[in-house]
């Protein structure tokens, strides 16, 4: 949630930048254990402490080159279900918050000396922290429909000092401005709660924001809020009603996180990437400000997953970014033009063709800021075919990809599309192709018996599962389609 | 579940009785693990039962034949 610079954070020097042709390139990265997956990084020194769900806290290390390695695989929670979020406060101690077995929370101190090891921890019951935040002298808890509970910091401990828990709609993360906590406060947009008096923190107004208003960062006067399945909203803080915003970036997936430099960039946690937005113009002319796309990196999954870029820190110049299976490191060379290739599914299922001709479609966009090319679109079987429209596409365009299948029989299919491409780093996209598979749920079936079957939950942007949330109990899921 | 702010929702809990919804979005493009065969992609309707197993999937939404597959795994 946030990055200090702690101990010995001087020794690096600004990161390297790879020869190629590309303007956002990966410096290193470190996985998981199978089966873990990482809910939240913070920064302290030059290590990454990763939250995860099942093997607690793990401690990476930023190497002078800033490729990572881990040093500490699996350090404990408390009891419970794993770690949630974990933040960094100014003098560079971290403070980590995760979910207690039954209803209920943890919130522990993490000495920033690379042990993972949780010095003190204290409970909060019928309460789910969702995100902290740390200052030189508090720690802001944000609770979900529970509110805000604030601790004090005292000799190591945390004074639980007091609690706002009224008036929120979902509590999903706070910053701190002047005297006034800035809560991202889920459907209800961003509250501004007076904190003059800490003893009596009291909600002042709410004012509006596009979709799920999840994460806040402010610098200087302007708040940078990132939404669910909405992108991210830049707002005047002096203003009387900051809404509608200076600026706003319209995603093309989920901005789930963000964090910013001094440089004014904004970088997104976006769900299938990493998105670095210029935000220069906010400082320099607050009038006509924009937030413009500079380029993404899509974390690489194995072929037919999609990532899931959950958190982002920036730190030494470089960008850190948490997907569920790895942390990643970055850097921008933001001297460069490059194409950028996005699509709007990572798989394909035709599922039971029974008519003698199906076709579906993919869409691409061109993300980049230089003209992208497809120079080849080919199916690796000679009973379907492609076609892109058009095969080059100006910087922000879209295009479709139609993929028609013509069944001899009802035998089972599977292949690849392959996209050739101008893309400096993804020259070659392959996307898994099924048909006549039995792959489909069917009655009789368990729903999703490990879990694999992840949402997203439009109040909060927490990903949840039907077993986890509702195990033992009869649920009726009904689908509906977005428009 | 999943996706919201239409007409189709409001309709599905007027038939339903229902006052609230806890909306979901499938991201992860989950629904295509739950088209029946020839289906169309949506409106898809699924029943679990106490112990995870689906006990009624339907490319319609059918209050009456999904309550009673709900009741009857009560």
Known sequence: MACSGGESGSALTAPPIPEGDDNVMALGSVGIAEGALYNDIAISGRHIYGCTGSVGIRVVKIQNDFSLKTVVESADVPEGKGCRTITTAPDGTLYVGGQLSGTGSWVGRLPADASGEIAKHITLADVQVQSLT???????AAAGDKGLV?????????VEESALSFGFDQAMSTAVWQDKILVADGLSGVAVVNFADSSAPAIEKHFNSYGTARRIQVQGDVAYVASVAGGVSAFDLTAANPYPPMAYWGTHSSSVDLALDDAGHVFVANFDDVSILDASSLLESPDDAELTLIGTERAETPAGLNPRVVAVEHAFGAVFAAEWSGIWSYVVAQDRLAPDIHLTKSALDFGMVTSSKKGKGILFQNLGTEDLTLTSVTVDHPLFTAEADPSTLAPGEKGLLEIVFQPENSDPVETYLTLVTNDPDEGEVRIPISANSSKYLQVGQVFDKDGGLIYTEHATGNEVTVQQKYAGDVVILAYFGSS | M??????????????YGIEALEYWMDLSNNYTKLILPGGFPFPIEVVIDRSGKIVYTANNYSAGAALKAAHDAL
Not at chain 2, 2 to 15: E, L, V
């Open chain 1, 150 to 158: 604030i601790f004090k910091r005292s000799k190591g401990s945390l």
């Open chain 2, 2 to 15: 999943a996706a919201g702010g239409t007409s189709d929702i409001q309709q599905f809990k007027a038939n």
């Open chain 1, 134 to 140: 740390a200052t030189k002298t508090h720690v802001i």
